[in-house]
T-cell receptor
Framework: DSGVTQTPKHLITATGQRVTLRCSPR?????VYWYQQSLDQGLQFLIQ???????AKGNILERFSAQQFPDLHSELNLSSLELGDSALYFC???????????FGPGTRLTVL | GQQVMQIPQYQHVQEGEDFTTYCNSS?????IQWYKQRPGGHPVFLIQ?????EVKKQKRLTFQFGEAKKNSSLHITATQTTDVGTYFC??????????FGSGTKLNVKP
């Protein structure tokens, strides 16, 4: 158990819909990262927050947005969902940017 | 944009054989991290290399960071079935943004 929690574990929805994925980092970690992993693919970095502020952006679509709240938990919002958005979404946290990242168990999103 | 390339994509070995995966970047990296993802699991941090030419060992695993800080390798000696999984390197020019390699999927036949 990495100490990072993600909810929900599984999510099945339809095209065009909007979903919110939630992540609680390890106690004491200030940085949160979001990654997308499609079937048998690598990890695509989406976005990073540090202490509530956006620090870095990767290949995140305009339909996706995220935020980190004062209690340091983070949410990833995916809207106007398409079939290709089906993937495993991981959240990771670290004490500071650049430190080892602890990954949550992931949320498996299926768009039908 | 910056990319971290990793080869090979797949490696099938007989138990007891050695295994190496390589990570290459076109730009100088601030540091590099290695992760292992077991089938159905999440990535787990293995190690971080920061210094040019750094070599670190963890039991049967040897990690190297190139002199120019543009490449890295992970070598496993005498593989075991417990080594099965996908090995990812991750690096970036700054500590803020890490790019993961595409991973090397290791299969070990008993």
């Amino acid at each position: 158990d990495s100490g990072v929690t993600q909810t929900p574990k599984h999510l099945i929805t339809a095209t065009g819909q909007r979903v919110t994925l939630r992540c609680s980092p390890r106690s004491g970690d200030l940085s949160v990262y979001w990654y997308q992993q499609s079937l048998d693919q690598g990890l695509q970095f989406l976005i990073q927050y540090y202490n509530g502020e956006e620090r870095a952006k990767g290949n995140i679509l305009e339909r996706f947005s995220a935020q980190q709240f004062p209690d340091l938990h983070s949410e990833l919002n995916l809207s106007s969902l398409e079939l290709g958005d089906s993937a495993l979404y991981f959240c990771a946290s670290s004490v500071f940017p650049g430190n080892e990242q602890f990954f949550g168990p992931g949320t498996r999103l299926t768009v039908l | 944009g910056q990319q971290v390339m990793q080869i090979p994509q797949y490696q099938h070995v007989q138990e007891g054989e050695d295994f190496t995966t390589y990570c290459n970047s076109s730009t100088t990296l601030s540091n590099i991290q290695w992760y292992k993802q077991r089938p159905g699991g999440h990535p787990v941090f293995l190690i971080q290399l920061v210094k040019s030419g750094e070599v670190k060992k963890q039991k049967r695993l040897t990690f190297q960071f190139g002199e120019a800080k543009k490449n890295s390798s992970l070598h496993i000696t005498a593989t075991q079935t417990t080594d099965v999984g996908t090995y990812f390197c991750a690096g970036g020019r700054t500590f803020n943004k890490f790019y993961f390699g595409s991973g090397t999927k290791l299969n070990v036949k008993p």
